[in-house]
């Protein structure tokens, strides 16, 4: 069973940045195709950024030269570098498996909020 755990969320001020990682022990994170995705309330859950196993990422135009996702693999971990964050960026980010795998057994996320 996937066990995922974000961390590095909070709050920011617009412009600001934050980098979200995503640890799990089970080398989830190394052997598959990752994705970033946030769910702010009242509205569906959508990707931010995906990560194939051979490094190619894609991003949505809404964070796209924004946000950058990466991996270490000798740490399990995936992260999500934030910049020139707005306040339409608030929502909780979850990682997961890319879309395209069917990512179930979601964690707790990690809030950020984006405001002055």
């Known amino acids: 069973q996937v066990q995922l755990v974000e961390s590095g969320g909070g709050l920011v001020q617009p412009g600001g940045s934050l980098r979200l990682s995503c640890a799990d022990s089970?080398?989830?994170?190394?052997?598959?195709?990752m994705g970033w995705y946030r769910q702010a309330p009242g509205q569906r859950r959508e990707v931010v950024a995906t990560?194939?196993?051979?490094?190619?990422?894609t991003y949505p135009t809404s964070v796209e030269g924004r946000f950058t996702i990466s991996r270490d693999n000798a740490k399990n971990t995936v992260y999500l570098q934030m910049n020139s964050l707005k306040p339409e960026d608030t929502a909780v980010y979850y990682c997961n498996v890319a879309p395209w795998l069917g990512p179930t057994n979601w964690g707790q996320g990690t809030q950020v909020i984006v405001s002055s």
């Open positions: 089970r080398s989830t994170v190394n052997i598959n195709a």
């Open positions: 990560l194939t196993r051979g490094g190619k990422t």
